[in-house]
């Protein structure tokens, strides 16, 4: 047959699909998960075994590291020595591993990420808790199997004296599955092995009466017991670990946040770093330094605070952004009977447990054989000893030792394993004495030969014997915990006030979108002047606010942008603000209709929202706080065509006044009309006819006595109004009228506004001319005039677009500056 002959065709899927089926059972089965009976993957039980067979143990003098891993190598694990030094290197890592199973010395890394020293430097042997592992695996308690040549036998599990598989934890990643078993305290983990012996049947949240949840080498805190009786019961859950911060008084008013524990497996660098970056970007107010002043005494990061800072609130802004606090996702997968199995607590316990059943049934077999052999001895020797002269003459009658062997035999009874003993006996045994030691030992034997075949008999002795040695174990390893349980996931609150320099800004607004806040000393330097916008737009709102306050901008099209103020783009009066479309998405058409600040949103206030077509909404003005606005929100429901024309804020006791572009008008107070939520499309205000809409609703206090209404109509006329020429209504009526009805070229209204001794309207003509209107130098009208022309609208065109002027204010007065 010739080469080509010799080869397959095969379609590429169906190989790749046998050799990547093949290789993911290999890295699942032997490599990255580990077995739920010792809690070890490969590569860690044949470092482990490799160093006991070359007896570098806790008790001998340590060796080079570079030997142990050329031992593994060569007789166990054919693979790179990078990836076996580093298992190895990781078993004697102290704040990875909860109970060392490697002592190294020399450099074996650090919490900081630093990598050891190469293995040709450190040297290592086994722990002495590495040995409780290892003990009586030559007492045939756990299978063997040839090696990957074939030349000698390696274990297949360890006998694991103590629960591993909990005490220490695992991680792993391999092909569909990923394991991340935390480490416990190896006391509690005990007490549980013993407590589901004694009760088989024990409840999980019997069992976390003594384990009380993972016990992590470097310290912390763990919050959210629900997470972990959730993992628990079903192998998977989420907790929060926290390091562990107090707050130290310095002197001047001064205080220091110190960290002495930081969660596990958390890069003590990477955070001190990331904690450094934030007090340089100015993310977190209030830190002066932050320092790594960790020693041999033990670790210790130092957050020295600015005078009178928050440390609560900075410590809680860590917790949140840095890794201070970190969530720990339990995925405690391991391989139950050759397959990798989720496993909860329950399962954990009774794998380890059958597991340590077979081990000691095991062992018992062994020494009961061994016993019984050396028994046997025993008995021959005794029986020779009492026909010693007889013995000895036969002896020397033989030709040689095998012939000896057979006269002895014939003569006496005794079978070939005692024949062989007398033939070997040492001359000096025959004294008087070694007979009583030989009784003595026959007697010591048959009791032990008992009370092994009692416990291979009985159950109950058996696991006697197993929960004695455990109680041994805990007695000799076990420490006190480390890290603490916290019942509760606590809240992170933070104080806007700790991430944010509170400065007071002023903060513009324009109709088309653009937004900025700009320094009160850039305005100051310009005098007011020269504010920069594009010839189409005009000012919705110039505010004086703090950078700690929150800006709500109501969009014509019911939406609105939550935008906190130290977030806005901070650019120079003289320059043009930033489009809002870059903060967020609004469409092409979408225009702002109001600015409304907000300090806080616990007081007791209500936005009160009019559209185009006749709807009212109120709405409590607290549910207008987002937590996530990285998009427009919905501020009303509207329907159809219909677009917001106002906003207003109110305290609950205001009236609203609403006016048609057909000059009708309607007033009334605004509990008639019901708080709704914040998605609702409101209530009818206003009954309209035919091509009428609304131009605008006002809110003003119910106590003010003589608010100024100003109108202004298509055709140039103006018109400033008291409020005593109207009467109070109810909502959804028709309203009164404030305008003469024409039959030819009727006034409509363009714009409708409420103003006070400083207001001032602008208006914008179908020839594009802009005109100023100073309403409180217009005569008071009564509701059946058009009021008076204040321009030519045959030769300036009609007026297209009206609005008030804005003026610079401070919306947060004190009780003193109102």
């Not at 949840?213 to 907790?239: C, E, N, R, S, W």
């Not at 058009?786 to 009780?815: H, M």
């Amino acid at each position: 047959m010739s080469f080509t002959e010799k080869l397959l065709d095969l379609p590429l899927e169906d190989v790749i699909g046998d050799r990547f089926g093949r290789y993911s059972k290999y890295i699942i089965q032997d490599r990255a998960l580990p077995d739920a009976r010792d809690g070890l993957k490969p590569v860690q039980r044949r470092i482990l075994f490799a160093m006991h067979e070359e007896r570098n143990t806790h008790d001998k003098a340590f060796r080079k590291s570079a030997k142990t891993v050329g031992t593994v190598i060569g007789n166990y694990h054919p693979h790179g020595d990078t990836s076996v030094y580093d298992a190895m290197v990781r078993l004697s890592q102290d704040w990875k591993v909860r109970n060392v199973l490697v002592e190294m010395h020399g450099n074996n890394g650090s919490v900081d990420g630093d990598p050891p020293a190469a293995m040709r430097y450190t040297e290592a042997r086994l722990s002495s808790i590495s040995s409780e592992l290892l003990r009586d695996i030559d007492k045939e308690t756990v299978d063997f199997i040839p090696n990957f040549d074939d030349t000698i036998d390696e274990p297949v599990v360890l006998p694991a004296r103590f629960p591993n598989l909990l005490a220490n934890g695992s991680t792993g990643i391999s092909a569909g599955y990923a394991t991340e078993i935390p480490p416990h305290n190896l006391g509690e983990v005990i007490d549980a092995v013993i407590k589901k012996i004694d009760k088989p049947d024990v409840t999980i949240d019997e069992l976390m009466q003594v384990i009380k949840g993972p016990d992590f080498p470097t310290g912390g805190t763990i919050q959210g017991v629900d997470g972990l009786k959730q993992a628990y019961k079903t192998g998977k859950g989420k907790v929060v670990v926290r390091g562990r911060a107090e707050v130290e008084q310095l002197r001047g008013n001064r205080e220091q946040i110190v960290i002495d524990e930081i969660p596990y497996e958390v890069n003590k660098a990477t955070l001190v770093k990331r904690m450094d970056e934030l007090r340089l970007d100015r993310k977190v107010e209030g830190v002066a330094e932050v320092r790594d002043e960790t020693d041999r005494t033990g670790l210790r990061i130092v957050i020295e605070l600015k005078k009178d800072a928050d440390s609560e609130g900075v410590l809680h802004y860590l917790y949140k952004n840095t890794d201070l606090q970190i969530t720990y996702n339990f995925n405690m997968v391991a391989i139950k009977d050759k397959t990798p199995t989720l496993l909860n607590l329950t399962s954990m316990l009774e794998s380890y447990i059958s597991h340590q059943k077979e081990v000691v049934t095991r062992q018992s077999k062994f020494d009961l054989r061994k016993a019984q052999e050396r028994s046997h001895i025993v008995e021959g020797l005794i029986k020779a000893i009492s026909i010693l002269d007889e013995l000895i003459a036969t002896i020397r009658a033989s030709k040689d030792k095998q012939d000896a062997k057979k006269q002895i035999k014939e003569a006496y009874g005794f079978t070939e394993e005692q024949a062989e003993a007398i033939v070997n006996l040492q001359l000096y045994r025959l004294t008087n004495t070694d007979i009583t030691s030989l009784q003595q030992e026959a007697k010591e034997l048959q009791e032990k030969i008992n009370e092994l075949e009692a416990i291979l008999n009985d159950e109950r002795k058996l696991f006697t014997v197993i929960k004695n040695d455990l109680k041994d174990l805990k007695k000799k390893y076990a420490d006190k915990r480390k890290t603490i349980i916290e019942e509760e996931i606590e809240e992170l609150k933070i104080n806007l006030e700790v991430m944010i320099a509170s400065e007071d800004v002023l903060v513009s607004v324009t109709r088309d979108g653009y937004v900025k806040r700009t320094s009160l000393r850039s305005y100051a330097a310009s005098n007011g002047e020269d504010f920069a916008m594009k010839d189409e737009d005009h000012l919705v709102a110039l505010q004086e606010i703090n950078t700690t306050d929150k800006l709500l901008l109501f969009t014509n099209k019911g939406r609105y942008i939550f935008a906190p103020v130290h977030e806005l783009p901070d650019i120079r009066w003289k320059d043009l603000g930033q489009h809002i479309s870059n903060i967020v998405t609004i469409d092409k058409d979408e225009i702002i209709v109001k600015a409304i600040p907000v300090r806080n949103f616990v007081e007791e206030k209500y936005l009160i929202f009019f559209t185009k077509n006749g709807m009212i909404k109120r709405t409590e003005l607290k549910t207008y706080e987002a937590q996530r606005y990285s998009k427009a929100l919905v501020a009303i429901n509207l329907k159809g065509d219909d677009q917001v024309v106002n906003v207003h804020v109110s305290d609950g006791h205001s009236d609203v006044f609403i006016a048609s572009n057909k000059g009708y008008s309607l007033w009334y107070h605004e509990s008639e009309v019901t708080p709704v939520g914040q998605r609702a499309a409101g209530v009818k205000a206003i009954q309209l006819k035919d091509d009428e809409y609304v131009i605008n609703g006002i809110v003003f206090d119910d106590l003010v006595a003589e608010p100024n209404l100003v109108l202004l109509t298509q055709r140039g006329a103006a018109k400033r109004m008291t409020l005593k020429e109207f009467e109070k209504g109810a909502r959804a009526k028709r309203g009164l009228v404030m305008l003469r009805e024409l039959k030819r070229k009727p006034h409509r209204v363009i714009g409708f506004f409420l103003v006070n001794d400083e207001g001032t309207i602008q208006f914008k003509t179908s020839k594009g001319s802009t005109h100023m209107v100073y309403p409180l130098e217009l005569a008071n009208s009564d509701r059946y005039s058009n009021g008076s022309y204040i321009i030519d609208a045959d030769e300036q065109g009609d007026v297209v677009e009206v609005w008030e002027q804005t003026n610079y204010t401070k919306p947060f007065l004190s009780n003193e500056e109102s």
